[in-house]
């Protein structure tokens, strides 16, 4: 794609890359294919060829962002699949990212739609600040019905919708580590901010997994949220923050010894840190750091298939497993195979949806933003995975959990849960003893 940025505005490193994205368009349409949004409403401004045009006009032009431009940008999902499908090599993720970030710095948002973003931000990244929000949320839970029948109000009841009724007891609450393996392999356990408040099973199980394997496993003090969260809404000081942050506290761990890698068990996640390196790069305090950490980051799946494993107990399988990609792993991290192939190697029938490239409507706070959107593409992707007739769908990330267990009443699990309940591991609680027996 021929651009015509002034050479001042080139003199911005992110302008700069920005511009590098865009020449490499060819127009070819292949994306309009695989984006969910395009796929659903049928609009050109709604696929990554279309939003590749408006972002071109807006940054090459120095526009005050135009509400219908970000109306468009804001209907992305940055599920990535564009990425995967494109022959050209167009990083659309990054192009996106920029974008948002120059609507947050340009663009005035009506009051109730900043309300709600700088609600985000301030809770969801923080644990303790998460679990207080959850108890307030049950106890809002009546006024759901009045606050979807208000637009602007919208985001608020989706964020109702998402809270949980209640907690199995082996969800309230996270037991102490399990031992450390001191002559094994040195991991640093990404700890989280979301997951470990809906789902502390996962790390848990991670944890013994891992043990199993002899690996030798860190809690970094001092580590907080990727930044994912606020860098998809354009907060990209917050993001860099974040970043920032988290490297100290694995250079922490570094100094008393070598790790191998930074495991993590949220695949959103995995995709913002392998992007460290990106984000940071123009930091000259923190960019051979940030490289470094992001070459080190595995989502869970792809580390535990390098790993020598126990042999299964035959007892938690055969199981007919509906595997679910998510969209951050699949098309943000490359990792297709290691999740399947693991669930196989454990004794499960493993099982894969119609139309798997497709995002489950999650998209980190996108079912919280654009709630009507995420609902419509949700109960799309549930469709495929209900057909499949599985007794349980597996995901690698706790948003695509949340948003497919609203709609279905087929159980939801990480993968790792059932890897670890394949070795001799707990049940997960959300699969029921009569499940097993039918299946």
Request: net charge positive; hydrophobic share 40%.
């Amino acid at each position: 794609m021929q651009t015509r940025f002034p050479p001042a505005a080139l003199a911005d490193p992110d302008m700069a890359q920005s511009e590098s994205v865009i020449r490499k368009c060819v127009h070819c349409g292949f994306c309009t294919a695989t984006c969910p949004t395009y796929v659903l409403l049928g609009d050109e401004l709604d696929s990554p060829r279309g939003r590749i045009i408006l972002i071109k006009d807006m940054l090459e032009n120095a526009r005050q962002p135009s509400a219908e431009v970000v109306t468009h940008i804001d209907r992305c999902l940055s599920c990535l699949s564009c990425m995967t499908t494109c022959p050209s090599g167009v990083h659309y993720g990054h192009l996106v990212d920029h974008a948002r970030a120059y609507i947050d710095q340009n663009y005035r948002r009506p009051w109730p739609d900043r309300m709600i973003r700088w609600v985000l931000g301030q809770v969801l990244p923080y644990p303790a600040r998460f679990r207080a929000a959850l108890a307030l949320g049950r106890l809002a839970q009546p006024l759901k019905p009045l606050l979807q029948r208000v637009p602007a109000l919208k985001p608020v009841a989706a964020m109702l919708a998402l809270v949980p009724r209640r907690q199995h007891a082996q969800a309230t609450s996270l037991p102490a580590p399990a031992p450390s393996v001191t002559n094994g392999p040195r991991v640093i356990l990404l700890q989280g901010c979301a997951e470990p408040v809906l789902q502390p099973a996962i790390r848990v199980a991670t944890q013994r997994v891992l043990a199993r394997a002899g690996c030798d496993v860190v809690l970094a003090q001092g580590e907080g949220c990727c930044g994912a969260l606020v860098h998809h809404m354009g907060q990209d000081a917050a993001a860099k923050a974040a970043a920032r942050r988290n490297i100290d506290a694995w250079d922490a761990v570094e100094v008393a010894g070598p790790v191998v890698a930074i495991v993590i068990t949220t695949s959103g996640c995995g995709t913002s840190i392998k992007d460290y390196g990106f984000l940071l790069r123009d930091d000259p305090a923190y960019a051979q750091r940030a490289a470094h950490f992001s070459a080190l980051a595995r989502d869970i799946s792809e580390f535990v298939a390098t790993l020598d494993m126990p042999p299964v107990a035959p007892a938690a399988a055969p199981l007919r497993v509906a595997y679910h990609p998510a969209c951050s792993l699949q098309h943000g991290q490359g990792v297709t195979d290691a999740p399947r192939q693991l669930l196989t190697r454990a004794g499960y029938t493993v099982v894969t949806p119609k139309e798997a490239h497709l995002c489950c409507g999650s998209a980190g706070v996108y079912n919280i933003l654009q709630p009507d959107l995420a609902d419509r593409i949700g109960q799309r992707k549930v469709a495929n995975l209900d057909r499949l007739g599985a007794a349980v769908i597996a995901a690698g990330n706790v948003g695509c959990a949340m948003q497919i267990g609203q709609r279905t009443a087929t159980p939801v699990v990480h993968t790792i849960e059932l890897i670890d309940w394949a070795q001799g591991g707990p049940r997960p609680y959300q699969i029921p003893p009569a499940q097993i027996a039918e299946s």
